[in-house]
Nanobody, 127 residues
Framework: QVQLVESGGGLVQAGGSLRLSCTAS????????MGWFRQFPGKEREVVAT????????FLANSVKGRFTISRDNPKPTVYLQMNSLKPEDTAVYYC????????????????????WGQGTQVTVSA
């Protein structure tokens, strides 16, 4: 498995921006599809964005399209989530995840596609 550590969360006003980072260690980062998920209090974890191993293909949830961007830098090895035009409803704990395969071209990503998870980072957007 790969170990993942998120950073970059915090408190921001509505309309502001944050960039989350997730740094990996352990196995070869470039072999993994990566994803960002979020979890609201009392709700199940949901997909935000995923990216394939070489960074050429990405999936974005409808709720964040046009506002969030996922990218990766394999030599670093880090995956990013750039979040712009943040809304109070984006407030959640955000998790980074790694998986063996990327399915974004054929179906929506699922939690079960990802076997390694970070500890999460809190993002709070004030009105």
């Amino acid at each position: 498995q790969v170990q993942l550590v998120e950073s970059g969360g915090g408190l921001v006003q509505a309309g502001g921006s944050l960039r989350l980072s997730c740094t990996a260690s352990g196995r070869t980062f470039g072999n993994y599809a990566m994803g960002w998920f979020r979890q609201f209090p009392g709700k199940e974890r949901e997909v935000v964005a995923t990216i394939n191993s070489n960074g050429y293909n990405a999936f974005l949830a409808n709720s964040v399209k046009g506002r969030f961007t996922i990218s990766r830098d394999n030599p670093k090895p880090t995956v990013y989530l750039q979040m712009n035009s943040l809304k109070p409803e984006d407030t959640a704990v955000y998790y980074c995840a790694a998986g063996a395969n990327w399915y974004g071209a054929t179906r929506s990503p699922q939690l079960s596609d990802f076997g390694s998870w970070g500890q999460g980072t809190q993002v709070t957007v004030s009105a």
